[in-house]
């Protein structure tokens, strides 16, 4: 158990993408942890009050499958201050209510946070992803993670603890991503349909076995998925590497 909160990362290490970086948020980007979306009008919240939401659900959690549940939960995200950037560590510390995103547009110009005070659930269809404003680094989604458990529970595992504990769902969604990035590259992306069909290929494609694995499923007897494979620090490999051969064949 950690005795405090990680101290906060910098900008550049708490995001992956930003708006108002140079590339932007890739439509085709899949739905992570963290995500924050404009525009969202979140139940429990004045009508007219649609702003920032981020995305609470763990990415396993807020699926059906390859698609997002008809309803998903989220953190309303406010203004701490539109005229600096706030990313001092020792500002943040004791800030065990919130998740500080610091310079969330990319701008360099404002300090935002998710309020964990502030959750309510929203329906997916809302989520336009022209509308996302960023997306979390993997070390940012951990930060998250500290301070939501910390939040609910008053308990701070160590980010260490988190990485391993999540460490295969991380590399599968960044196999996912490098699967939507070819995809895009190659032309295969045409519009919000051609999204929701290869994350259905990527989702049928982890879900199937790998036949040569010598490794046995826990739950059946039959050869374990890829996805299994993932959480066995010596299958994984192969994996990522199958991914990418997969990867090249249908997009190079």
């Not at 890739?26 to 939401?53: C, H, K, S």
């Not at 998903?72 to 510390?93: G, L, R």
């Not at 935002?112 to 309510?120: E, W």
Request: charged letters at 25%; aromatic letters at 8%; glycine letters at 4%.
């Amino acid at each position: 158990m950690a005795d405090v909160l990680e101290f906060l990362i910098p900008p550049p290490e708490l995001y992956d993408y930003r708006r108002d970086e140079e590339d932007g948020v890739p439509f085709w980007l899949p739905y992570a942890q963290g995500d924050v979306f404009e525009n969202i009008t979140m139940p429990g919240f004045p009508d007219d009050d649609a702003g920032l939401a981020m995305l609470f659900m763990h990415p396993c959690t807020m699926r059906e499958g390859a698609v997002l549940r008809e309803f998903v939960t989220a953190i309303k995200v406010d203004v701490f201050s539109s005229k600096k950037v706030v990313s001092a560590p020792e500002k943040w510390a004791n800030r065990n209510k919130l998740m500080p995103l610091p310079d969330l547009f990319g701008g360099g110009h404002s300090t935002h946070i998710a309020d964990f005070m502030k959750i309510s659930t929203i329906p997916s269809a809302s989520l336009n992803r022209s509308s996302r404003v960023c997306q979390l680094s993997i070390e940012g989604r951990l930060q998250m993670q500290q301070r939501l458990i910390f939040h609910l529970s008053r308990y701070a595992p160590s980010v260490d603890v988190l990485r391993t504990a999540t460490a295969a769902l991380d590399l599968e969604m960044q196999a996912q991503t490098d699967w939507m990035e070819a995809a895009s590259l190659a032309g295969a992306l045409r519009g919000a349909s051609s999204v929701i069909e290869q994350e259905a290929n990527f989702d049928a494609f982890m879900g199937a076995s790998i036949m040569e694995s010598r490794a046995l499923s826990e739950t059946a007897n039959r050869p374990p998925s890829r996805r299994e494979l993932l959480r066995s620090p010596h299958d994984a490999p192969s994996v990522v590497r199958d991914v990418q051969r997969q990867i090249q064949q249908l997009f190079s």
